[in-house]
């Protein structure tokens, strides 16, 4: 059975939790009462030095309002940032030659209006 690494980054995901408790306006201690954790527990998940199971990273995406796929990789699909991140990842992966042809067929579509 081959096993498949994921490369959670439980680091970025701890900054994204951060963020998100301090945009609520929230402490550590009020967001670990609320979701039943010792502060200690949730200072290190903040800290990347614990990882989180999904079942803890729910419980924080509903206390603090946040989908969890924002905390998980920053972006939500809904999200116009999605695209972004998505297209900036496939022209990553083409030469220069091909980011010019899409760029140029882009140019082309943004200008024909749709029905």
Known sequence: MEIIDANVDFKLIGQ???????KKGWSQEKLAETIDVATAYLSRVERGGSAINLKRL?????????????????VVKEDYR??????????KQCS??????????????AGVKFV
């Open 16 to 22: 994204r939790i951060r963020e998100a408790r301090a």
């Open 58 to 74: 729910g419980q924080i995406s509903i206390a603090l309002d946040v989908p969890m796929e924002e905390l998980i990789t920053g």
């Open 82 to 91: 999605y695209l972004n991140k998505e297209f900036d990842d496939l022209l």
């Open 96 to 109: 220069k030659d091909k980011q010019r042809l899409i760029y140029n067929i882009a140019k082309i579509v």
